[in-house]
């Protein structure tokens, strides 16, 4: 979406696109399901888990990063990735909010 078409929807809408659109790939959830069951995470050991190539999986990374849903923290030449439990909160609150709001229709 162009600048200047998501410059008509509200912030909300906007937000929620672009969480959908970092959540919309299966390499991702998998990579969060893996973070989410460890107490800290390696990007080699994601590499191992995953089973995609690491510049692929550091593509990911920086995708789920752009949205702040994860956080890492430099150790030597490698890197500990976490959920960002702040995030991932607002997250649920935001989707609980659109789903809790949607009301029955005819269908």
Same mark, same amino acid.
């Given at each position: 979406m162009?600048?200047?078409?998501? #410059?008509?929807f509200?912030s909300?809408q906007?937000?929620?696109?672009?969480? /959908?659109?970092?959540?919309?790939?299966?390499?991702r959830?998998a990579i969060l #399901?893996?973070?989410s069951? #460890?107490e800290?995470?390696?990007? *080699?050991?994601?590499v191992?888990?995953?089973?995609?190539?690491?510049p692929t999986?550091?593509?990911?990374?920086?995708?789920?990063?752009?949205?702040?849903? !994860? #956080?890492?923290?430099?150790?030597g030449?490698k890197?500990?990735?976490? !959920?960002?439990l702040d995030?991932?909160?607002?997250?649920?609150?935001?989707? *609980?909010? /659109? /789903? *809790?709001?949607?009301?029955?229709n005819?269908?």
């Amino acid at each position: 979406m162009g600048v200047t078409k998501s #410059q008509i929807f509200n912030s909300s809408q906007n937000q929620m696109a672009a969480i /959908f659109k970092v959540l919309a790939h299966p390499a991702r959830i998998a990579i969060l #399901q893996y973070i989410s069951k #460890q107490e800290a995470c390696i990007c *080699n050991d994601i590499v191992d888990e995953i089973g995609l190539a690491q510049p692929t999986i550091s593509q990911h990374l920086k995708e789920l990063k752009s949205i702040d849903l !994860i #956080q890492g923290e430099i150790e030597g030449k490698k890197v500990c990735y976490c !959920i960002n439990l702040d995030t991932w909160a607002t997250i649920q609150k935001t989707l *609980n909010t /659109f /789903f *809790n709001t949607t009301k029955s229709n005819c269908c």
